[in-house]
């Protein structure tokens, strides 16, 4: 095994996964730096979800490596992967998952309470994020009591609350109104600048994808390359065509 680059957080090698026999990914490899936003890209069935769950040591890699800081995530055990992703990494999900029998606050600060936080502390970052994702009116309801849009905030604010070192947001904004996508998209992305967090960001959404820093392709689980190619001049009206590689 050969370690990562220093400035990478994250890096992965040559990633192979099927999901009953047909392949997710397909030999992916990649670098995440330290502080980037990073976009993952492609239309759906691309490999983008499983990409992420690789990464974040949901899914256990079939074929390849995953390094997190120079450590080996792929060598690890189930145990040993729940804490990394307790301890290091958050993670938001296409639909909002609360725990029903908890309220607003006590999703949010579920996080920070189960790495060993105070109450107390812990409700004062959770009331915070809810405030910035403007659902801090909210705080004492039970999920059934909210509309979708407002249970993905809660989410959204429970994944920032521990600063994590990484951040996966898998189509984070996708149940979202536009008014509210950029909101919450303004709020992630400045979060996760003023905090050095590292953000992982699926989307099949350009607007979502061109507030990232960097982004990679997927299609068909390979990492492809899009040339623009410009317009026919003596064709009117001709759109530009685009080449995968």
């Known amino acids: 095994m050969v370690a990562p680059p220093d400035n990478d957080v994250l890096w992965a090698r040559t990633l192979h996964f099927k999901h009953n026999g047909s392949p997710a990914l397909n030999g992916v490899s990649l670098g995440v730096r330290v502080g980037e936003i990073l976009a993952v890209t492609g239309p759906r069935g ?31 055990g ?54 910035r994702l403007d659902i801090g009116d909210c705080a004492r309801k039970r999920p ?21 070192t990484v951040l996966f947001a898998d189509e984070p904004t996708a149940p979202l109104h536009s008014a509210d996508r ?25 607007d979502t994808a061109a507030l990232a820093d960097r982004t990679v392709a997927l299609r068909d689980g390979r990492r492809v390359h899009t040339v623009h190619l410009p317009p026919v001049a003596e064709t009117e009206g001709r759109a530009a065509c685009s080449l995968s590689v």
């Open 46 to 76: 691309s490999g983008k979800t499983t990409l992420l769950q690789c990464l974040a040591g949901l899914l256990p890699t079939q074929r390849g490596e995953v390094w997190f800081n120079s450590t080996p995530v792929h060598t690890m």
């Open 78 to 131: 189930p145990l040993t992967r729940e804490r990394l992703r307790r301890d290091r990494f958050g993670w938001i999900d296409p639909a909002p998952l609360l725990v029903p029998e908890l309220n607003v606050w006590e999703n949010a600060a579920l996080p920070l309470m189960l790495r060993g936080t105070g109450r107390r502390r812990a409700k004062a970052t959770a009331l915070e994020w809810l405030e």
């Open 144 to 164: 059934y009591a909210l509309v979708q849009a407002e249970r993905q905030r809660v989410a959204i604010a429970r994944a920032l609350a521990p600063a994590p």
């Open 182 to 206: 950029a909101h919450v998209l303004r709020t992630l992305t400045t979060a996760a600048r003023s905090h050095g967090i590292t953000v992982v960001l699926a989307t099949d959404d350009a």
